[in-house]
T-cell receptor, first 116, second 112 residues
Framework: DTEVTQTPKHLVMGMTNKKSLKCEQH?????MYWYKQKAKKPPELMFV???????INESVPSRFSPECPNSSLLNLHLHALQPEDSALYLC???????????????FGPGTRLTVT | KQEVTQIPAALSVPEGENLVLNCSFTDSAIYNLQWFRQDPGKGLTSLLL?????REQTSGRLNASLDKSSGRSTLYIAASQPGDSATYLC???????????FGTGTRLKVLA
């Protein structure tokens, strides 16, 4: 099973709301990623967790707060977002061992976020 | 700073053609390179992964090659089909980091 799931598929929120995006994988991967993708642009890395510890934060504004409760789950907590934060948010995971498929990224279907 | 570009940005071909998509990167010190396809509004689907020690990978009608010294990778699609229409993205992983740098993408349309 090479599936990464994300919920919800669509989210509309006001600028004063608090919401969370969820991501789950059961491939035993120990690296998990959040990306943001605007229309007709490539994904931009936001955060990386390795062994449940934050490894990379690409200078993301504090209104985005990641959390990795365990090795299978990744959350992105959203608070006081701006309309320009509207985008497709993608979660990915990868192994970090040796072998021909090491560090191959698998992506979820994404959450389409609209901030009003 | 690693930069990844893909040429052409868009491509429209008749069904049945063999085609080549290009991915160029400025720093040859990469850990691996991965090719993806993305359908509109959807997530990315992994197509092929090439480790830095490898020269090529094949899966079905797809063949990806890697030339680190020249900073290039190509994705060859044989006998293209309308179902191949999508955006194709390459991404390189930097050594010693979980950071992946994505290319600008090639939007492919295969006409029936």
């Amino acid at each position: 099973d090479t599936e990464v799931t994300q919920t919800p598929k669509h989210l509309v929120m006001g600028m004063t709301n608090k919401k969370s995006l969820k991501c789950e994988q059961h491939m035993g991967h120990r690296a998990m990623y959040w990306y943001k993708q605007k229309a007709k642009k490539p994904p931009e890395l936001m955060f990386v967790y390795s062994y449940e510890k934050l490894s990379i934060n690409e200078s993301v504004p504090s209104r985005f707060s990641p959390e990795c409760p365990n090795s299978s789950l990744l959350n992105l907590h959203l608070h006081a977002l701006q309309p320009e934060d509207s985008a497709l948010y993608l979660c990915a995971s990868s192994s970090n061992g040796a072998g021909p498929s090491s560090y191959e990224q698998y992506f979820g279907p994404g959450t389409r976020l609209t901030v009003t | 700073k690693q930069e990844v570009t893909q040429i052409p940005a868009a491509l429209s071909v008749p069904e049945g053609e063999n085609l080549v998509l290009n991915c160029s990167f400025t720093d040859s010190a990469i850990y691996n390179l991965q090719w993806f396809r993305q359908d509109p509004g959807k997530g990315l689907t992994s197509l092929l992964l090439i480790q830095s020690s490898q020269r090529e990978q094949t899966s079905g009608r797809l063949n990806a090659s890697l030339d680190k010294s020249s900073g290039r990778s190509t994705l060859y699609i044989a006998a293209s089909q309308p179902g191949d229409s999508a955006t194709y993205l390459c991404a390189v992983r930097q050594p010693g980091t979980y950071k992946y740098i994505f290319g600008t993408g090639t939007r492919l349309k295969v006409l029936a």
